[in-house]
């Protein structure tokens, strides 16, 4: 069956716009997972949905990020007046509830100029 | 907060030889240890997990062990071959459909 798919592949901004990235979570997976990956480091948790609620935010980096999952499938991240050090591949998880693995998107690569 | 370290950063080894990445982590209560491998550009993809109940296991050349009152845990890569060459992430979480902590990433070089 499909994968995570996310959109876009790729993002370039300027510094001070806003972006919204998507992801679509494979049909049926309850918990959804954002993370960013830095050039050379490993995946850093932003936000763990469960359902349409937002169980775990604490990987914010600030209130210029946001995520929403209104109908618990389909989620956004959205990043206010990005800033240069916003440029990373931002990923997206899914899993079933009550198992630990979590099956990964290609990602989004944002680029702030 | 959750903390996991990883070791070596980069790793080059003979095609046919052993490699073996290292992690320690912080929080006690992390009980699921999955390993990723990323290949340039790709997503990262599950090859193995361990869960705390257990204190190894195997699955054709690759093998992980954990020891969970020293928080260590690591990966094992037997008979390595050309296309076993990505980055390879360990990772912590405590609970079913909990967020995952990585480390910082191994990049495995096998060398013909």
């Known amino acids: 069956g499909a994968g995570v798919s996310q959109t876009p592949s790729n993002k370039v901004t300027e510094k001070g716009k806003y972006v919204e990235l998507r992801c679509d979570p494979i049909?049926?997976?309850?918990?959804l997972y954002w993370y960013r990956q830095s050039l050379g480091q490993g995946p850093e948790f932003l936000i763990y949905?469960?359902?349409?609620?937002?169980?775990?935010d604490s990987g914010l980096p600030n209130d210029r990020f946001f995520a929403v999952r209104p109908e618990g499938s389909v989620s956004t991240l959205k990043i206010q007046r990005t800033e240069r050090g916003d440029s990373a591949v931002y990923l997206c998880?899914?899993?079933?509830?009550?198992?630990?693995?979590?099956?990964f998107g290609p990602g989004t690569r944002l680029t702030v100029l | 907060g959750e903390n996991v370290e990883q070791h070596p950063s980069t790793l080059s080894v003979q095609e046919g030889d052993s490699a073996v990445i290292k992690c320690t982590y912080s929080?006690?209560?992390?009980?699921?240890f999955p390993w990723y491998k990323q290949e340039l550009g790709k997503r990262p993809q599950l090859i193995i997990d361990?869960?705390?109940?257990?204190g190894e296991k195997k699955d054709q050349r690759i093998a992980v062990t954990l020891n969970k009152t020293a928080k260590h845990f690591s990966l094992h890569i037997t008979e390595t071959q050309p296309e076993d060459s990505a980055v390879y992430f360990c990772?912590?979480?405590?609970?079913?459909?909990?967020?995952?902590?990585f480390g910082k990433g191994t990049r495995l070089h096998i060398l013909p």
């Open positions: 998880a899914s899993s079933t509830t009550g198992h630990n693995e979590q099956f």
């Open positions: 049909s049926g997976h309850t918990a």
């Open positions: 949905f469960q359902g349409t609620g937002a169980a775990d």
């Open positions: 929080d006690s209560a992390s009980n699921y």
């Open positions: 361990i869960r705390s109940n257990v």
């Open positions: 990772a912590a979480t405590r609970n079913r459909d909990d967020k995952i902590i």
